[in-house]
């Protein structure tokens, strides 16, 4: 049976036959269905539009079985002749098709139904005939694309026009070979696919387009210039037809030939105009207009690929772009602008910036080391400068606080930058020694004190929060702890201190920051203060069970010498019931801590006396000084300079203040003659009975409590005899430990455990020091070496 048609179905009942033609309108309703879910091998030929008098199927009519009726059997039988072509059957099919083809490319009406000729390519194909006519129908398509060539070659033909014309042939050529596959269609599901070495029939048309048009060298010539023109034009600004470029592009991309033929020489005009353009907008243009402009060309060429470039161009497109505007001119950008940038700072072009540079090689470090340079330059200004001492703590926390928010807002606080800005912060705020610990410590101090009401607690806790932050910097942090403690000391002994609460939470953040050693004295500080309070009410119990110390009060800090700073221990001549009630203090405060030695400081009293003027009584708030001068007068009226210091004692110099408070200040209890800011010699003073003052306790600023250069002198010079002291420990300990060392490994080893800055030819003083006292020795043989000596 192979190679025969499928016999028709025979039916059988009683001996007699009988056939019945099936309808043909029937057949051809299934023939599409049945065409796709038979297998190619077993596709049957249908003569029946050709041969009227062919074999049909017989149509078998529904009948019931009926209960005791006996089953009829089907028997199937080969037909008794094999069915035969008609005569010239492949010529006068190919005619017909060729025909239709031909109607096709010179959009004419088509003589036959799309059914008949889908029908007659089936039956070719069904014959073994699907060779010759794949290759008739190639040999007609490629003399279509032949003639089409000739509408190209004219030399004066616009660019405009061919593009257009070009535009035209390629939409024809699609159309027609949509239609000529769908007639085509089972030539194309059968011979093709069992043949892989030869083309489909869109892809045979594509390639037909693209050997005799598309690969003509003055045809793509032309049409790649016209294409590059166009967009050159529209890169001015120029308004240009998106969907011709669109068209042709992606006609070069389905012909395969988009890369060789078009992208090279894309990116070749690209990068000449954008250098071009890049190096002229250096020069005119700010770097703020710049960076908009690089960001704008970066989004336009981004629309260019959504709307007509090819997605595989976008790479190589978008990097070229930002290697001619941004990756030549890096140095240019950031030498140009990135200061008036900071300065601002203007934080929308910053991010710009930083974006735009985030998308090119090493554009991330050029701008992290030029943000590095702009730091250590403007902060270097702002401590350096003797003349902005007052304000530099101030500028400081505004500067990082500024640098912060650029890098947050406009860095996405990278972690480059973030490190950048600290090292900075630390190279700067250390140029200056000693001096920017200094006065942050007494930043603090004036914010801690009370009378600061600039502040909520809230503010106040965020504030030292960032002072902490710039005390991480600073090296010397042995020097922010002398002038902090001795301020410390002076808002607590004079009450001071704003908030108890504020003092133990920075006192907590200085002991996480350095560690207990760097705060116990501070600690004990705190814990003298509250013993103090519990040992005055347990003296005025006993005083109130023993019935003295009556009309006057007395309240006494005894003070840890090694916790406080060291005062000068000025003698005083007090008077007598002052005497009496101090040493009666005394006295109750030895019998209940035997072994211990009191020593009395009277720079640092302060007392409240009732004073009595001509319009009134008031209480005065003055120190001890000032309280002994004032005392002298309830016994004269009329006192010289010379009298009062011989009576009270009191350093020469701090007198002199003293008097200046009482006698030039805004509260003149006393009168001086002659008048004058200065206090001299021969000056006398008088008790001003006049004195007025609308408030009813005046307090009479303390001029001891004020810092002189003398006191800022004698603390710095503390903080370098204790760094003297420290760095002959650390070569005592690392020498008893290593026995034998040579110079520059002691001198390495010190750097590791020394804390705060300092340079080798202190610690060559110091190893002499050392030597001298014979705590270690030079090696015999090796001056070079040192070794301990036990």
């Given at each position: 049976m192979s190679g025969l048609p499928k016999t028709p179905v025979l039916v059988e009942e009683g001996g007699n036959q009988c056939r019945k033609r099936s309808q043909v309108n029937n057949e051809q309703s299934s023939k599409r269905a049945k065409l796709d879910e038979m297998n190619v091998n077993e596709k049957k030929s249908n003569f029946s539009l050709l041969t009227p008098n062919s074999n049909g199927a017989i149509k078998m009519s529904a009948t019931t079985i009926k209960p005791g009726v006996a089953t009829k059997k089907l028997v199937i039988k080969n037909f008794k002749s094999k069915p035969n072509l008609p005569e010239n059957y492949q010529e006068t099919t190919w005619r017909k098709l060729r025909e239709a083809v031909i109607a096709i490319q010179t959009s004419t009406a088509i003589a036959y139904s799309l059914e008949e000729l889908y029908q007659a390519v089936e039956n070719m194909c069904s014959h073994k005939m699907a060779s010759q006519l794949y290759v008739s129908l190639t040999n007609l398509v490629e003399s279509h694309v032949k003639a089409n060539i000739e509408q190209f070659l004219s030399e004066s033909m616009d660019r405009q026009v061919f593009l257009k014309r070009m535009d035209d042939c390629w939409r024809a050529h699609c159309r027609q070979m949509i239609m000529i596959r769908s007639i085509f269609l089972y030539l194309d599901r059968t011979y093709v696919l069992q043949n892989p070495s030869i083309h489909s029939i869109w892809d045979m048309g594509l390639d037909l387009f693209r050997h005799h048009i598309a690969m003509n060298t003055l045809v793509q010539t032309r049409t790649v210039d016209g294409l590059l023109l166009l967009i050159e034009r529209e890169r001015g600004g120029d308004s240009v037809d998106i969907s011709l470029l669109k068209s042709l592009l992606r006609m070069l991309s389905d012909l395969q030939i988009y890369q060789d033929a078009f992208e090279h020489k894309f990116l070749q005009a690209t990068e000449r105009l954008y250098a071009a353009e890049g190096q002229r907008l250096m020069r005119e243009l700010s770097v703020a207009q710049y960076l908009a402009h690089v960001e704008k060309r970066l989004k336009e060429e981004n629309e260019r690929l959504l709307h007509y470039l090819d997605p595989s161009t976008k790479w190589q497109l978008i990097h070229t772009i930002e290697r001619q505007l941004l990756s030549e001119h890096l140095t240019g950008i950031l030498t140009k602008g990135l200061e008036a940038l900071m300065d601002g700072p203007r934080l929308s072009d910053l991010t710009i910036l930083y974006n735009l540079f985030s998308k090119v090689k090493d554009g991330l470090n050029e701008l992290c080391n030029h943000f590095n340079a702009y730091i250590k330059k403007k902060g270097r200004t702002i401590v350096i400068e003797p003349e902005r001492d007052k304000t530099m703590v101030s500028e400081l926390l505004e500067f990082k606080e500024r640098l912060d928010h650029v890098v947050g807002a406009c860095f996405q606080r990278n972690s480059k930058f973030v490190y950048s800005m600290r090292e900075a912060f630390e190279y700067f705020i250390n140029q200056r020694q000693n001096k920017p610990a200094e006065l942050i410590a007494k930043f603090v101090d004036l914010k801690l004190r009370a009378g600061n009401k600039e502040a909520t607690e809230e503010e106040l806790e965020r504030l030292l929060d960032k002072i902490m932050v710039l005390?991480?910097?600073?090296?010397?942090?042995?020097?922010?702890?002398?002038?902090?403690?001795?301020?410390?000391?002076?808002?607590?002994?004079?009450?001071?201190?704003?908030?108890?609460?504020?003092?133990?939470?920075?006192?907590?953040?200085?002991?996480?920051?350095?560690?207990?050693?760097?705060?116990?004295?501070?600690?004990?500080?705190?814990?003298?203060?509250?013993?103090?309070?519990?040992?005055?009410?347990?003296?005025?119990?006993?005083?109130?069970?023993?019935?003295?110390?009556?009309?006057?009060?007395?309240?006494?800090?005894?003070?840890?010498?090694?916790?406080?700073?060291?005062?000068?221990?000025?003698?005083?001549?007090?008077?007598?019931?002052?005497?009496?009630?101090?040493?009666?203090?005394?006295?109750?405060?030895?019998?209940?801590?035997?072994?211990?030695?009191?020593?009395?400081?009277?720079?640092?009293?302060?007392?409240?006396?009732?004073?009595?003027?001509?319009?009134?009584?008031?209480?005065?708030?003055?120190?001890?000084?000032?309280?002994?001068?004032?005392?002298?007068?309830?016994?004269?009226?009329?006192?010289?300079?010379?009298?009062?210091?011989?009576?009270?004692?009191?350093?020469?110099?701090?007198?002199r203040r003293t008097l200046q408070s009482l006698a030039c200040g805004k509260a003149r209890v006393l009168s001086k003659a002659p008048r004058g800011r200065d206090v001299r010699d021969k000056d006398h003073f008088a008790f001003n009975n006049d004195f007025t003052n609308k408030l009813f306790r005046i307090k009479i600023n303390q001029i001891q409590m004020k810092e002189t250069s003398e006191e800022q002198k004698a603390t710095e010079e503390r903080v370098f005899q204790d760094r003297q002291y420290q760095i002959d420990a650390a070569i005592v300990r690392v020498m008893k430990m290593r026995k034998a060392l040579s110079h520059n490994l002691l001198i390495s080893e010190l750097y590791n455990q020394l804390k705060f800055p300092v340079k080798p030819a202190d610690l060559k003083k110091r190893i002499e020091s050392l030597i001298d006292r014979d705590y270690m020795e030079r090696d015999k043989d090796n001056p070079n070496q040192y070794n301990y000596v036990a």
């Open positions: 005390f991480r910097f600073i090296h010397g942090k042995d020097v922010f702890e002398a002038f902090y403690k001795k301020d410390l000391a002076k808002r607590l002994l004079v009450g001071k201190s704003a908030s108890v609460d504020a003092e133990k939470s920075m006192l907590s953040k200085l002991k996480q920051e350095c560690g207990g050693g760097f705060t116990c004295k501070l600690e004990g500080m705190f814990k003298d203060m509250e013993l103090s309070k519990d040992i005055n009410i347990t003296y005025k119990q006993h005083l109130a069970a023993s019935q003295e110390g009556a009309g006057l009060e007395l309240s006494v800090y005894i003070l840890t010498m090694g916790f406080w700073p060291t005062y000068p221990a000025g003698e005083v001549r007090l008077p007598g019931e002052l005497t009496r009630h101090q040493d009666h203090f005394a006295k109750f405060y030895l019998a209940k801590h035997s072994g211990r030695k009191l020593q009395w400081q009277a720079t640092l009293g302060h007392c409240v006396l009732r004073a009595h003027f001509a319009q009134g009584n008031k209480e005065l708030q003055v120190s001890l000084f000032q309280a002994l001068v004032l005392l002298l007068f309830n016994d004269g009226d009329n006192l010289s300079f010379e009298d009062i210091k011989t009576t009270t004692n009191i350093e020469e110099g701090e007198l």
